[in-house]
């Protein structure tokens, strides 16, 4: 489905260049194309594609950041559009998310807050570097029936693990489900740190949060 495009897209982000990011992305709505395989084949794949240059040396850290912000670009124009062609307009139940402490990598959970909240989720984002704390009190003064928390850094990943340890001193499990993922988690992290479920992506981690609230109505 359209090749060119996406190999335009990942080449913007590849480039660092938002305005042409941001360009792509309003030609992507003017087709009326799938905006998550835009954003998943095209944007995404040029954002990884940037990681593994960075990790192998091959792009500084400067780089990185513009590849970010021409993400970020063409994120803020899709953002909104996947909103919009959200169908529910009752709320399903109330999510809490987060980054984990120590961590400012904010992409994917921002995808993932847009998913849920397009299909009918209240979702509370409590931003970057989280403490347990934050979590804890945002939970409580929502009620939130859900607690997502991302991690993108091997060295983060503990700050889940943290989180899941506050809510279970606090009494507030099993009844708040915590669920976790970013591109260090694995499965296996998420069962050894006793978490509710791991997504591996924004559209399965909407898949978990329906079937988790779907349980506890039954429950
Ligand atoms: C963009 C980026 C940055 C940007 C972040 C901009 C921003 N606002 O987010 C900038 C340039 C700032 C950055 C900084 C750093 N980065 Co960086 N970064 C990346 C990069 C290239 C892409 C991440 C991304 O946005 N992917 C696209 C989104 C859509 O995918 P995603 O995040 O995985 O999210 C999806 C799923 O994981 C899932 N998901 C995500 N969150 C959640 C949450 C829940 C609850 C669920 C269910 C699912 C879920 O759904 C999402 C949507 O489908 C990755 C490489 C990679 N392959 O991941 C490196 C990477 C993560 N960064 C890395 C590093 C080392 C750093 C720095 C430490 C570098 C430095 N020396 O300063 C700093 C970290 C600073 C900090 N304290 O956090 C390493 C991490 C290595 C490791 N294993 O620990 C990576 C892997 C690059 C590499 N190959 O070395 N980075």
């Known amino acids: ?24 992305a309003h030609e992507a709505i003017a087709k009326q194309l799938d905006l998550l395989h835009v954003i998943t084949h095209g944007y995404a794949s040029g954002i990884s594609f940037a990681g593994e240059q960075y990790g192998c040396g091959a792009m500084f850290l400067p780089d990185l950041l513009a590849c970010a912000e021409a993400m970020k670009a063409a994120m803020s124009v899709l953002e909104p559009e ?6 529910h307009r009752e709320t399903l139940g109330r999510v809490v998310l987060g980054t984990a402490k120590g961590d400012i990598h904010d992409i994917g959970k921002n995808l993932v807050a847009t ?39 091997t060295t983060t990943m503990a700050g889940q693990k943290s989180v899941i340890e506050a809510l279970d001193r606090e009494g507030l499990r099993p009844k708040v489900k915590a669920i976790v993922g970013g591109a260090a988690v694995t499965r296996k992290w998420a069962e050894e740190i006793h978490a509710d479920g791991y997504a591996r992506n924004a559209m399965d981690a909407l898949e978990l949060v329906r079937s988790l609230v779907a349980r506890a109505a039954t429950a």
């Open 1 to 24: 489905m359209h090749d060119e495009l996406l190999r335009a897209m990942q080449q913007s982000v590849i480039d660092g260049a938002p305005t042409t990011a941001a360009q792509l």
């Open 115 to 153: 998913i849920l909240a397009a299909n009918g989720f209240e979702v509370f984002d409590i931003g970057t570097s989280a403490s347990p704390e934050a979590f804890i009190h945002k939970v409580r003064e929502v009620d939130a029936q859900i607690i997502g928390v991302s991690a993108l850094l």
């Open 82 to 87: 996947l909103r919009k062609q959200g169908t």
